[in-house]
């Protein structure tokens, strides 16, 4: 089964910046969604982006604006960007990847902490 293992989390100001990738052991190519999730503490895991196996990227209205979902299929890697990062983006984020019909499958990484505060 494929791994995912996420990368590239850490400590932020207010209005920062951070990317996020998520590395696949094997091809992404295989999965229909690729996305990234967060979880901050006492609340439940959220949707903040996702992309599908042809590019078409949706996000959350909370990241709309300040984040980009990008996929690179020759390094079997997803990325987000986050830009203008408030502290009410603290949270682990984690990468999901997802195929669908009778071959349907979930696979979840580990998770990145990423906390914003001055």
């Known amino acids: 089964q494929v791994q995912l293992v996420e990368s590239g989390g850490g400590l932020v100001q207010p209005g920062g910046s951070l990317r996020l990738s998520c590395a696949a052991s094997?091809?992404?190519?295989?999965?229909?969604?690729m996305a990234w999730y967060r979880q901050a503490p006492g609340k439940e895991r959220e949707l903040v982006a996702t992309i599908t196996k042809s590019g078409s990227t949706n996000s959350a209205d909370s990241v709309k604006g300040r984040s980009t979902i990008s996929r690179d299929n020759t390094k079997n890697t997803v990325y987000l960007q986050m830009n203008s990062l408030k502290p009410e983006d603290t949270a682990v984020y984690y990468c999901?990847?997802?195929?669908?019909?009778?071959?349907?499958?979930?696979?979840w990484g580990q998770g990145t902490q990423v906390t914003v505060s001055s």
């Open positions: 094997g091809s992404i190519f295989n999965f229909d969604y």
């Open positions: 999901n990847a997802r195929r669908l019909g009778v071959r349907a499958i979930d696979v």
